[in-house]
């Protein structure tokens, strides 16, 4: 029995060293197994590689006069290096006063004033985000649950259907690709199929770039204003438009781009140019009125809630919004009061971009331009918001029928809870109660942007009314 005691508060004391021990040996494990480092994997973590940040004390300037014993250590970084080094240092984002640190430094830190980091940032953060996002989405389409098969449909051009129409009779058409897309993508076959459909060759995508990288990062790292603002002189300089206005396909994120053409300009004289008119809109799976999150990510639990609201914090911050085009529509309930969301293009179109202290003439301005948004907007002949029920990137789902999420994550508005319906805030209920908007869903539960020909076919046919002549 006196054995068995031992044993036992042995085996309580070898418990308790457990956790440790066990970390302390995959530790050994995983470092006596590496390979060495590569220099990519290094600069992935690491701005400058072949520099180190300066420490302080005594303990930094012993280890590294050890360590100069075995290999030869690089050179200090320089100031600037040492910003870039923490901006990019994962530890600096999971650490709150590291975080808030930085997020204050970034308004006024020379080397971002200078635009000399500012461009070494985003150069590095379309480098590497466009290839994490494109391992992403191979992952996200290598899932089970997935069904990409309708997509299969505009890659056999010998089962598309015959145009019933005379040559280039059909307004013309604007496809509009989403975040991390291309008009090298989906959209290039949207644009094929629409072209052979309609029998014309009046359809144009619209996107930024000479390639489908180029595309992608301009979908990520422009500025919302400027991405708009690129839409629209692009529209206005194509004379066709002028004549006899167009029709638009906008997938998830091309639908902000849509938006902020079709209720600033759509119609209007500005200067004396004339702006051509959006005649019918089809949303395919959009964030319209605002995304109310991180793509994919779970905020019913506190796990993801909490990475939703790290997102807003970022892009509240006016050096992130104005570098990623998602921050110009990101829309978090907790966020809507403050003076960072209040900042961006999507709190001005919905009428939620001024503050308590707002002076009568800020107040006067917004009044007409919500005046103006409503005539722009009900110049539509009709609006189609199509939602994929398995659908996992857009928050809330219910943001492809119009909707939003109310003042938690956990309170979802349909279209008709909504302010902006109740109080017609900018006119999408007027163009509703005139029987213009039109809410569909694809069969099945199909993921983020998956449908077929038979599908865009169908929504042509019923909606785009110069189809069926």
């Not at 301009?218 to 029709?247: H, K, M």
Request: net charge negative.
């Amino acid at each position: 029995l006196k054995s068995q005691g031992k044993l036992f508060r042995l085996k309580q004391s070898w418990q308790k060293m457990v956790p440790l021990t066990r970390v302390m040996k995959l530790a050994l494990v995983a470092f006596l197994s590496a390979p060495a480092c590569p220099a990519e994997a290094w600069s992935f973590y690491k701005m400058s590689p072949n520099c180190e940040v300066h420490g302080t004390g005594w303990f930094w300037h012993a280890s590294r006069w050890f360590w100069s014993w075995f290999y030869v250590p690089p050179p200090e970084c320089s100031e600037a290096e040492e910003f870039l080094q923490r901006f990019f240092d994962v530890g600096t984002w999971l650490v709150a006063s590291k975080r808030e640190a930085l997020l204050e430094e970034l308004a006024t830190h020379k080397e971002i004033v200078l635009e000399g980091a500012r461009e070494k940032i985003v150069a590095y953060m379309k480098e590497q985000f466009v290839d994490i996002m494109g391992r992403v989405t191979m992952e996200l389409a290598e899932k089970s649950m997935i069904d990409s098969e309708p997509l299969r449909s505009f890659m056999d051009e010998s089962a598309w259907p015959t145009s019933s129409l005379e040559r280039d009779e059909a307004t013309p058409v604007i496809v509009v690709p989403g975040v991390s897309s291309s008009c090298e993508g989906l959209a290039l076959y949207v644009t094929r199929f629409l072209k052979h459909y309609l029998n014309t060759d009046h359809v144009e995508c619209i996107s930024d770039g000479d390639t489908h990288a180029d595309q992608v990062a301009w979908s990520w790292f422009t500025a919302a204003e400027d991405a708009v603002e690129y839409f629209r002189q692009r529209v206005l300089s194509n004379p066709i438009y002028a004549d006899r206005g167009f029709n638009v396909i906008a997938f998830s994120q091309g639908n902000f781009l849509t938006r902020g053409y079709v209720q600033q300009y759509s119609g209007m004289t500005i200067d004396g140019q004339f702006h051509p008119v959006a005649k019918s809109w089809i949303a395919m799976n959009g964030p319209v009125f605002g995304q109310g999150g991180i793509p994919t990510v779970d905020n019913s639990k506190w796990s993801g809630a909490v990475m939703d609201e790290f997102s807003g914090l970022a892009c509240d911050n006016a050096f992130f919004a104005g570098v990623f085009l998602p921050c110009g529509y990101h829309r978090i309930p907790s966020k809507v009061s403050g003076e960072g969301y209040r900042s961006r293009l999507t709190a001005k179109m919905n009428g939620e971009d001024l503050g308590p202290d707002a002076t009568a003439a800020e107040r006067e301005a917004q009044e007409a331009f919500l005046a103006r948004s409503k005539e722009n907007i009900n110049r539509l002949e009709s609006f189609v918001a199509i939602k994929n029920k398995g659908d996992t990137v857009i928050k809330p789902l219910a943001a492809e029928w119009l909707g939003t999420y109310g003042s938690t994550f956990q309170e979802v508005l349909e279209f008709h809870e909504t302010d902006y319906y109740k109080r017609d805030t900018f006119g999408f209920k007027t163009l509703h109660d005139s029987g213009k908007i039109h809410f569909l869903e694809t069969p099945g539960e199909l993921e983020h942007v998956i449908f077929g020909t038979d599908d865009l076919r169908g929504w042509v046919d019923s909606y785009w009314v110069d189809a069926t002549v």
